[in-house]
């Protein structure tokens, strides 16, 4: 298994958990203090889950590379693999992206705004990872 | 070379060797795009700036120019589209050349726009990360809202660009 | 910016007249491409996918490095 792939599923791991936990936050704190959910501060732990994920992240990726160290670590494929894999999760993000300039013309609160880009961001390193496994299995289109 | 017959219109006749040709669909498609993302978000923030030097920021009416913008640059390119084609296959029925099979779409069109994805979707991340830190820095929607739509903008017009250059300059898988 | 230059050069043209005159019009229509897409190949402006090039060189029934040549160059 590539540094890659081991990565790969490292980082969907790490995702889940920090985009469970960042809405664990979220519920926890609109049940305990009685507010809608909108109102909860939802600054403090978005900005967690993107650091110590990112942080967590990037911690495997040495990891990783670092046992392999001496191996040629990325070739032609693994970069072909890891850009069409991008694009295909950028393409998810984009949809979100879309989702929250309409909410923002209907002046939709700011809480749904930033919650549906980083959930439909999560969505799409998840189709990133589906595609970049796939990708060293099955082949590449 | 022969003479008299190359004065137009001509009749139609299967193309010679290096006998020029119109642009293709796909590279037209291209130019329409660079044009209705341009022209269209031009006159957004040709409406939206002196509105944010003269407003206070969250009385800045940006919406409607804003859902205008999107739409003119839909009915732009599809108009766009449509005048292109047209263009295209009258331009080669004056030269005699078949329409249908000069302004088709091959295997080298889908490569090309494949390219030109993997070399511009960074634009879309961008977009979707920096809204998320300015909605966390809290900052009028204005700004949110402009910024995901001229950022998006940039990244459909430098697809555009790097699928032109490919037709034009050369491109190598 | 200039597209990567390759070291890929071909002879189609070369044994398009050798094939008694194949027009381009002709081989892009055996290819199913248009004529656009093998005036650029036979130009270098575009370079073919791997399966392309051997349809390629089997309407000429030819080796595939009878069609295409890798030249030399300085090392990537």
């Known amino acids: 298994m590539t540094v890659t792939e081991r990565t790969t599923i490292v980082g969907t791991i790490l995702g889940l958990v920090t985009f469970l936990a960042f809405w664990t936050v979220i519920i926890v704190r609109a049940v305990t203090d009685d507010v809608p959910l909108q109102d909860v501060e939802w600054q403090g732990p978005m900005l967690t889950a993107i650091l110590v994920g990112g942080a967590l992240y990037a911690l495997s990726y040495g990891i990783f590379a670092w046992q392999a160290r001496g191996t040629r670590r990325s070739d032609e494929r693994d970069y072909e693999i890891q850009r069409y894999a991008e694009s295909a999760g950028a393409g998810v993000a984009g949809l979100g992206s879309l989702a929250a300039l309409i909410m923002l013309t209907l002046d939709v609160d700011t809480f749904w705004v930033a919650t549906t880009l980083f959930t439909v961001g999560y969505l799409a390193s998840l189709v990133n990872s589906g595609v970049t496994i796939a990708a060293y299995r099955q082949g590449m289109p | ?173 | 910016m200039t597209p990567k230059p390759t070291r890929v050069t071909n002879r189609i043209r070369a044994l398009r007249t050798e094939r008694g005159d194949l027009t381009q019009a002709d081989l892009a229509e055996q290819l199913g491409v248009t004529r656009q897409t093998v005036i650029a190949i036979e130009q270098g402006k575009y370079s073919p996918s791997l399966e392309m090039a051997f349809q390629i060189a089997r309407v000429f029934d030819v080796p595939l490095d009878d069609v295409f040549h890798y030249g030399e160059g300085d090392a990537n």
Do not use: C
């Open chain 2, 1 to 173: 070379m022969n003479g008299s017959e190359h004065k137009l219109p001509r009749e139609p006749h299967r193309p010679a060797d290096d006998e020029p040709t119109v642009m293709g669909m796909d590279e037209r498609a291209a130019w329409v795009q660079i044009f209705a993302f341009a022209i269209t978000t031009g006159a957004y923030l040709a409406v939206v700036i002196p509105r944010v030097l003269n407003d206070p920021i969250d009385e800045v009416e940006w919406v409607v120019p804003l859902l205008w913008a999107m739409g003119l640059s839909i009915v732009a390119t599809i108009l766009g589209s449509i005048f292109a084609g047209i263009g295209g296959a009258i331009h080669l029925t004056i030269r005699g050349l078949d329409p249908d099979s000069e302004l088709a779409s091959d295997s080298r069109d889908k490569a090309i726009a494949r390219h030109a994805r993997l070399r511009t979707y960074w634009a879309t991340p961008v977009v979707a990360l920096g809204a998320l830190i300015l909605a966390m820095l809290d900052v009028d929607t204005f700004w949110i809202g402009s910024f995901i739509y001229v950022v998006t903008s940039i990244g459909a017009i430098a697809d555009a660009v790097v699928r032109i250059r490919a037709y034009r300059r050369g491109f190598v898988g």
